[in-house]
Structures are given as structure tokens and as C-alpha cells.
């Protein structure tokens, strides 16, 4: 069973920067088509940031949503097997909770709180 659990979220000012990780168990994430995920209070939850697995390339093929593009890094250790969603130039609609999930895989992580405010 894969499992996913996130960390790394906080309570950040507008312009600051966050990095979260997503450590993966069950499955070596090299294999995995992984991305970021977004719920914020009353929204459907979007997805943020993916990466492809290292069957296509070793350090994966990255694609963003338009609102993140430019801020946010999806990246990915083999070797820890965790991503990584590096979160520069917060905005205060980025506030969200924050999940990571295989695209393949059905469960979800409890999440991780971002939190952008003055």
C-alpha cells in the first residue's frame, strides 16, 4: 500500500517562502507519477505542481498550474524517496491545505497547512 505524509507547512508572510516534503512509502517514488494538491476552505481541490516518474527522464518532467507557475519547484530525491514543492513569492490565495499523491494511487495524506498572511 502506498502512503504518502506531508510536512513542511506553516503559517508564512506574503513573499516568504516554504518547502514541503512528501515523504513516500510502499512504492520507490522514482517509479511514481507524483503531484501537488491544493484545498482551500469552501474550494474543490486543484492540482498545483507534477512530475513525471524517471521512465521518461531521470529527473522527471515538471508542469505547473498558471497560478503557481514561476513560484513553485516540484522536485524529487530518489534516494530519500520524498518530494519536494519549493514555494517561493507566497500570495495570500496560496493558503491552502497541501497534499501529495501519486496520480495511479486513490488514498490521500492527511496534508499539510500553508498558511500566507500578515
Known amino acids: 500500500q502506498v502512503q504518502f505524509v506531508e510536512s513542511g507547512g506553516g503559517l508564512v508572510q506574503p513573499g516568504g517562502s516554504l518547502r514541503l516534503s512528501c515523504a513516500v512509502s510502499?512504492?520507490?517514488?522514482?517509479?511514481?507519477?507524483m503531484g501537488w494538491y491544493r484545498q482551500a476552505p469552501g474550494q474543490e481541490r486543484e492540482g498545483v505542481a507534477a512530475?513525471?516518474?524517471?521512465?521518461?527522464?531521470?529527473?522527471?518532467?515538471?508542469s505547473y498550474a498558471d497560478s503557481v507557475k514561476g513560484r513553485f519547484t516540484i522536485s524529487r530525491d530518489n534516494a530519500k524517496n520524498t518530494v519536494y514543492l519549493q514555494m517561493n513569492s507566497l500570495k495570500l490565495e496560496d493558503t491552502a491545505v497541501y497534499y501529495c499523491?501519486?496520480?495511479?494511487?486513490?488514498?490521500w495524506g492527511q496534508g499539510t497547512q500553508v498558511t500566507v498572511s500578515s
Open positions: 499523491k501519486a496520480v495511479s494511487v486513490n488514498s
Open positions: 510502499g512504492s520507490s517514488v522514482s517509479t511514481l507519477f
Open positions: 512530475i513525471t516518474s524517471s521512465s521518461i527522464t531521470s529527473s522527471g518532467i515538471t
